[in-house]
């Protein structure tokens, strides 16, 4: 990067879906705080998923994706993840400039579970305590998310209101809304080894966050054949 501090930016992975999310959060910004708002109605068609605890909504709601069997899923995945950072920090060598690489939706945010209009978007709980074990240890926390710049500022007080440390957070610019998402964030991941650091684990719920090298080892949460974001 050209500077220390890598500017505030977003992930979306469309060029269609990034204006829907920048509507939607042009949305979030207009409603007074407090504003009670009616869950919207399901696509015709799609029977919306029942109202119960395990599934607190949004779009995985109306999939039908059962939000405790998510979770789970992503428990079992962490607890592979969280010995393996564990054991690496342990054995760094002194001087080494050490890095954890997110993606932001349903791999460090549970975006597809709740509406738009709830702000913040709620963490990841295991994520986000792997990621306060990392930084507390000197381990630098990045965030490579194919949103879009416009929404970039926003996002970053998301993941600091939930508790996430943020070392950086890149985001796809104009140019970058163009290109094949793997690309984008492999470059990225180039860019922050450019910097001096060893990538010790990348996360991400797609095989687009996570292929293209440029990091130790690779850590994929649940995403049902493509169904969450």
Known sequence: MRSTRIPSHTRIRTLGTATA?????????LVPAGTS????????????????ASAPGGNAAILGIDYGAWKRDVAAVMATARPYVEQRIAQTPAGEKTAIVLDIDNSSLETDFHWFWECPTPAISEVRDLTRYADERGVAVFFVTARPGII??????NLRSVGYPVSGLYVRDLPDLFNEVSAYKTAKRAEIEARGYKIIANIGNKQSDLVGGHAERTFKLPDYDGKLS
Do not use: I
């Not at 999310?21 to 910004?29: G, I, K, P």
């Not at 068609?45 to 029942?50: I, L």
């Not at 970039?152 to 007080?157: A, I, R, Y």
């Open 21 to 29: 999310t920048a509507a939607a959060t042009a949305v979030l910004l």
């Open 37 to 52: 708002q009616a869950a919207p109605a399901a696509a015709p068609g799609v029977a919306p998923a029942a109202a119960t």
């Open 152 to 157: 970039g500022s926003l996002t970053e007080h």
